[in-house]
């Protein structure tokens, strides 16, 4: 395992850090929606309807706030660069979730 590559990041280029930082940004931002209502966001309460109603979760509110901290942190994570493998494997978790419960 000394030579994969999948492990390491190339310090000389530039677009490892525009994906990160724009992946950062946008889940910062939907976390902050819900949790906070920010950017027209609609709170945890409002997040915990949509659970419910829509993608039938329950408990919605305890969903609501997991989603919306892994959301809110895991972009705050990544645009730091801090454990950045950790918080990406959390919002690819997230988004599976998502993707599951949106398809049916």
């Known amino acids: 395992m000394k030579n994969c590559k999948c492990m390491k990041t190339d310090s000389h280029q530039w677009a490892p850090l525009v994906l990160r930082l724009a992946l950062a ?37 305890f969903w609501a706030v997991l989603v919306g901290c892994g959301e809110f942190f895991g972009g705050v994570l990544m645009f730091f660069g801090f454990l950045t493998r950790l918080a990406a494997l959390d919002l690819c978790i997230i988004m599976l979730v998502a993707l599951k419960a949106m398809s049916g």
């Open 25 to 61: 940004i946008i889940f910062f931002a939907h976390g902050g929606q819900k949790l906070f209502g920010w950017f027209r966001g609609y709170g945890i309460h409002g997040t915990a309807v949509f659970f419910a109603q829509t993608m039938h979760m329950h408990p919605a509110t």
